[in-house]
């Protein structure tokens, strides 16, 4: 009897109550959309930035010139000194890449360091795969596909990409130890911004 002579009482206690249970819901569906918002935008960036130092990546190369003999491609003397150079520009480009990609998304990811932490792993991935695809796109055909209809000793340049490691000198499994450039310097740049935005309140407050 109180309870239904307090209901009466209050008749828009109910219905508050009700309204902050649909604002929490409403509330929590809007920082997940958020939290999958910010992982999309950092996998997009890290395609762009793929894409973009692809391109960098070809212009910079020197295709190793090879001769063909006996339906086989070879690399020549002189190829085999330029054969280095995908390798070099790869990780030159990567780690300057990697650094401002994992430093401007520490600086945008202020307050959800984790959810960061995770989309710049997957994005420095993507910027990886991205590269060494269109970067392949870009550069000459393969040789090696070539050669079994060229006539013997025709010159053909190298295509561009990564020569794999033997299997028993992988680094993680990886074939080519260039693939970790980008990413190892994405988490150099997002953790040294995050380290340096977490001390400066502390400074501050010392100096004060």
Not at 66 to 76: A, K
Not at 148 to 153: A, I
Not at 201 to 208: A, D, I, L, W, Y
């Given at each position: 009897?109180?309870?239904?002579?307090?209901?009466g009482a209050?008749?828009g206690?109910?219905?508050?109550?009700a309204d902050?249970?649909?604002?929490?819901?409403?509330?929590?569906r809007?920082?997940?959309?958020?939290?999958?918002?910010r992982?999309?935008?950092l996998l997009?960036a890290?395609?762009a930035?793929?894409g973009?130092?692809?391109?960098?990546?070809?212009?910079?190369?020197?295709p190793?010139s090879?001769?063909?003999?006996?339906?086989?491609?070879?690399?020549?003397e002189i190829?085999?000194?330029?054969?280095?150079?995908?390798?070099?520009?790869f990780v030159v480009?990567?780690l300057?890449g990697g650094?401002?990609?994992?430093a401007?998304?520490?600086?945008?990811?202020s307050g959800y360091e984790?959810?960061t932490?995770v989309?710049?792993v997957?994005?420095?991935?993507?910027?990886v795969?991205?590269?060494?695809q269109?970067?392949?796109?870009?550069?000459?055909?393969d040789?090696?596909?070539?050669a079994?209809?060229?006539?013997?000793?025709t010159?053909l340049?190298?295509?561009?990409r990564l020569t794999?490691?033997?299997?028993?000198?992988?680094?993680?499994?990886l074939?080519?130890?260039?693939y970790l450039?980008?990413?190892?310097?994405?988490?150099?740049?997002?953790?040294?911004?995050?380290?340096g935005?977490?001390?400066r309140?502390?400074?501050?407050?010392?100096?004060?």
């Open positions: 009897m109180s309870e239904q002579l307090s209901a209050h008749p206690a109910e219905d508050a109550r902050d249970r649909i604002d929490v819901g409403a509330g929590d809007v920082d997940d959309r958020a939290r999958v918002i992982v999309l935008v997009l890290g395609a930035l793929g973009v130092l692809a391109v960098l990546w070809e212009m910079l190369w020197e190793p090879g001769i063909v003999f006996e339906q086989t491609w070879y690399l020549d190829g085999l000194t330029q054969d280095i150079s995908g390798f070099g520009w480009l990567g300057v650094l401002a990609y994992g401007v998304a520490a600086k945008l990811g984790l959810l932490l989309g710049v997957a994005g420095s991935a993507l910027a795969w991205v590269m060494l269109v970067g392949h796109w870009l550069g000459p055909p040789p090696r596909l070539l079994p209809t060229t006539v013997d000793l010159a340049p190298g295509d561009l794999p490691t033997p299997a028993d000198e992988r680094l993680l499994g074939p080519n130890s260039a450039a980008l990413p190892g310097a994405a988490l150099i740049g997002l953790v040294s911004v995050f380290l935005q977490s001390s309140p502390r400074s501050t407050e010392s100096v004060g």
